[in-house]
């Protein structure tokens, strides 16, 4: 009668509690980091953070208490990434248009796919690597070494899966309806992508884009011997060609610099960054999540 | 009604608009082949980079851990060791606590807010950059468990692993640090596989009597197993690359050592560290080591893309 009624003490209850709290312990192991990194990030970063930090240029570490601003690294981030924009969009997003409007699941739109994903697993250093041994090392770029557009170009191989990937995603979750009607009606091939696939499908590639640009503002590796460093402000159209400062770079020398007053600009430095990081990838996740609800209806 | 389809057959798109047509088509089809040349690109120029080290030093450069630019000797068994140990034992730690939580977050022990939570969550721990968490490394992680360390290596400093005397950054940091990065992408994959097994499983071992944890450990796990695989190796190749984090907590020494609690050298670091201030044939041999950097994950993750391909759509 007895074995109607849930038994605290048979040994797969038992058995089941144990591996419920331990499913439990890794879920909170797993959030704690992020829970300590962020609001550490926050705290100690954002304390730092003051008007001069945005207009100033960073001092050459030394042991004097003031380190001055990001302003360089802060505009060079922002050039580096908008180079690595412009390259890999336009390359990712046709690409991407080629593999899901126009191929035919041939031998070519496969080995792509592939390449597509070997590509995104390819560590980041060796982005930097190819690029250094391609543009910096040659000084194909009008005789300079390091520079900002060596720097973009590296990151846009970075950008360049994911773009391609989402636009190709984003294009395959078109209906086949729109195409046949844009065709249909007498719309040639280019008319109906460009006015009527890639207009329906723009919301979720812009959202993979925009993460993708989020996700290569914040690497480093690429840039350490591409884009280098500058402690200078950029003036002109003319610093594109030598070395520039980004933030992520900017991170990781004055992390490892001796100096308390480098370390804290690294601290604000992060903190710019990784709040810019969490805030886009949390408002492209509402959106999504708003998009789908309304895609439903 | 003949007539008016002779009309429709006459009927021919403008000279212009076909041609643009045409160019459209053919500039998509250039772009995408972009991602290959790349490809073949990277591979072709770290590879003939690498020759003259390449031809000099053979396949000894992987077994000897001489670093010498003033000697001229070369050899990246420190650096390939290192890359290796970080990698599979972070993995050794992330699996189980990825899978863990992946289990924690498709089951039904919190309601459904919370677990979407703690979801977005660890994939937001994804897109923090490794340098912040290099900087977060160093400054906090670092102090934090000097005296667990220190505790490991009286207890345990037989072991060769903790033999020697931790002194500020070391190879379990690296570890550590990986760890925190590895686990979104684990958790990530896994959830989505265990999402994908189908309910009806679930059910059938339900009815047969099978508690919560016999049917996860016998019936969603081995359903959800190549998806996880997959998932893994993909991390794996994550953290074999990985560079800043790791670079910034490792301590960058070349000497070789047993110890996890000795400074070590990854692949990575080796490059991130020498690349900018190195010259004649120590830069070869630097390319020498991101070839085989390159090689190494590029094996893992074609390895994982066709566990993908061979495995998935089963159900």
Request: charged share 10%; hydrophobic share 45%.
């Given at each position: 009668m007895n074995s109607l009624y849930y038994q605290k003490r048979l040994s797969r209850n038992i058995g089941d509690k144990f591996f419920t709290s331990l499913s439990v312990i890794c879920a909170l192991i797993a959030i704690l980091p992020l829970i300590f990194l962020v609001t550490y990030i926050l705290i100690k970063g954002g304390s730092q953070i003051t008007p001069e930090l945005f207009t100033l240029e960073p001092n050459p570490?030394?042991?004097?208490l003031d380190a001055g601003g990001i302003n360089p690294a802060l505009i060079g981030t922002l050039i580096i990434t908008t180079i690595a924009s412009i390259i890999a969009i336009p390359v990712g997003v046709g690409g991407g248009i080629y593999l899901a409007e126009?191929?035919?699941?041939g031998a070519f739109s496969r080995f792509i796919r592939f390449g597509v994903n070997v590509l995104a697993g390819v560590p980041s250093i060796i982005a930097g690597v190819f690029i250094y041994a391609l543009i910096v090392s040659t000084k194909?770029?009008?005789?300079?070494?390091?520079s900002g557009l060596a720097g973009g170009m590296a990151l846009s191989i970075l950008m360049l899966p994911t773009v391609i990937k989402t636009t190709d995603e984003g294009l395959k979750l078109v209906p086949n309806e729109l195409r046949y009607a844009s065709l249909g009606v007498g719309a040639s091939m280019y008319t109906t992508i460009l006015k009527v696939t890639l207009p329906s499908a723009f919301r979720s590639i812009a959202t993979g884009v925009v993460l993708g640009i989020a996700r290569a503002a914040g690497e480093t590796a690429p840039l350490i011997f591409t884009a280098l460093f500058s402690?200078?402000?950029?003036?002109?159209?003319?610093?594109?060609?030598y070395e520039m400062g980004s933030l992520a770079v900017l991170i990781y020398n004055f992390a490892l610099e001796p100096y308390d007053a480098q370390n804290k600009l690294a601290w604000a430095a992060s903190f710019i960054l990784v709040l810019s990081i969490l805030s886009v990838n949390i408002f492209s996740r509402i959106l999504a999540a708003f998009t789908e609800k309304t895609k439903r209806v | 009604m003949e007539e008016k389809l002779t009309l429709f057959k006459n009927r021919k798109r403008f000279g212009i608009e076909k041609n643009i047509d045409i160019i459209f088509k053919n500039t998509a089809l250039v772009l995408s082949s972009f991602v290959a040349i790349i490809l073949l690109g990277i591979i072709l120029v770290v590879f003939f980079q690498s020759f003259e080290s390449f031809s000099r030093y053979g396949l000894k450069f992987l077994v000897t851990s001489e670093w010498n630019p003033v000697k001229d000797e070369y050899g990246a068994f420190t650096a390939i060791y290192g890359t290796l140990v970080t990698s599979f034992l972070s993995l050794l730690i992330t699996i189980p606590l990825g899978v863990g939580t992946a289990i924690f977050i498709t089951e039904?022990?919190?309601p459904k807010v919370f677990r979407e939570i703690i979801g977005s969550f660890v994939e937001l721990?994804?897109?923090?950059p490794s340098v912040v968490l290099g900087l977060w490394a160093i400054f906090v992680m670092e102090p934090f468990f000097r005296t667990f360390f220190v505790f490991l290596h009286n207890f345990f400093g037989w072991i060769p692993l903790f033999s020697t005397e931790p002194t500020g950054r070391n190879s379990l940091l690296a570890i550590l640090i990986l760890v925190v990065m590895l686990l979104p992408i684990v958790t990530s994959i896994a959830r989505d596989s265990l999402n994908q097994v189908p309910k009806k499983l679930r059910n059938a071992a339900y009815g047969i009597g099978a508690s919560r944890w016999k049917t996860i450990f016998s019936v969603i796990l081995p359903a959800a197993l190549s998806g996880i695989m997959a998932g893994v190796l993909l991390a794996l190749g994550r953290a074999m690359g990985e560079t800043m984090a790791v670079t910034m907590i490792i301590?960058?020494?070349?000497?070789?050592?047993?110890?996890?609690?000795s400074p070590g050298y990854t692949i990575s670091s080796m490059l991130a560290n020498q690349f900018g201030e190195a010259d004649g044939s120590q830069v070869s041999s630097l390319f020498y080591a991101a070839f085989v950097l390159m090689i190494l994950s590029l094996v893992v993750n074609i390895f994982a893309q066709w566990l993908v391909k061979k495995f998935s759509l089963k159900y």
């Open positions: 570490p030394g042991d004097d126009y191929s035919k699941g194909i770029l009008f005789g300079s070494m390091y402690y200078y402000y950029i003036t002109g159209f003319g610093d594109l060609f | 039904d022990f919190v721990l994804a897109a923090i301590g960058n020494s070349n000497a070789f050592s047993w110890s996890l609690l």
